[in-house]
């Protein structure tokens, strides 16, 4: 692998072994029921029947789930807050081609037939500025620097890629307060990910996540779940007038 040849780089098949190895165990909490959601948008809705898929908790009552994609390319990831009966529904399309060639679709939701209290899961800038270091597994460390409304870096400080790095395009939103959906979309490697991560204990961050895409074969769809432990290491603050988050 040559750091400055993104022809040589690993597919994403190629960085799955072992990078599960920090997911949180699954919880059946949600095992059999159904869900219909509503989307605020008044856009067609999604109905989740409980089964094919897995599921995290991630806070009293708020749930990741990801449901099997199977050979499609399109995959759906779910936020169900069923304390406060919302809900974000993230849908991650394969592409013929374009750049990224793996896009995203952010759709706010309600759970129907719940009680639905407080915000709506929306977009945040909350992160921008922040420098993290997330730990999939003993072998596998990545540094994230969220940059603005549009953009992220990374940079691979263990693994398989170790000493790559790239900015790329990533979407945030706030789930509760401290708990945000992080989402990135790649634009060497035909991949996209989708993580709901808890940053309320700067020293002890936690992270649930998909990572989807396209195998070595460049035709094959591939796709595997993963955790990660994190740490803030440093946070910027932007003199007025230059925060990109005001932009």
């Known amino acids: 692998m040559t750091l400055s040849d993104t022809s040589t780089w690993l597919p994403l098949d190629g960085l ?18 159904a869900f219909v959601l509503r989307d605020d948008a008044g856009g067609p809705g999604f109905t989740w029947d409980g089964t094919e898929a897995e599921t995290f908790l991630v806070d009293d ?18 936020i169900l807050d069923v304390r406060d009966g919302r809900a974000l529904v993230v849908t991650t399309r394969i592409g013929d081609a374009g750049t990224p060639r793996v896009t995203q679709e952010f759709r706010p939701a309600t759970i129907d037939g719940a009680e639905v209290r407080g915000k709506a899961m929306a977009p945040s ?43 790329d395009e990533n979407s945030v939103y706030q789930v509760r307060p401290g708990i945000h959906v992080f989402a990135w979309r790649e634009k060497v490697i035909s991949c996209a990910s989708v993580t709901i991560a808890d940053h309320r ?47």
């Not at 799955?16 to 029921?33: C, S, Y």
């Open 61 to 78: 009552g708020l749930y990741y789930v990801q449901p099997h994609p199977g050979a499609a390319r399109e995959a759906v990831s779910l």
């Open 125 to 167: 800038t909350a992160l921008i500025g922040r420098r993290v270091v997330w730990v999939y597994s003993e072998d596998h460390a990545y540094e994230h620097v969220y940059l603005s409304p549009h953009w992220y870096t990374w940079q691979c400080l263990a693994g398989p890629e170790r000493g790559l790095a790239d900015t």
């Open 201 to 247: 204990n700067a020293r002890a961050l936690r992270s649930h996540g998909v990572l989807f895409g396209l195998d070595h074969t460049g035709e094959d769809t591939t796709c595997f779940t993963f955790g990660a432990h994190g740490r803030l290491l440093s946070t910027t603050v932007h003199p007025a007038g230059l925060d990109p988050a005001e932009h």
């Open 16 to 33: 799955a072994p072992g990078f599960d190895a920090n997911k949180a165990p699954l919880t059946g909490d949600l095992h059999g029921r």
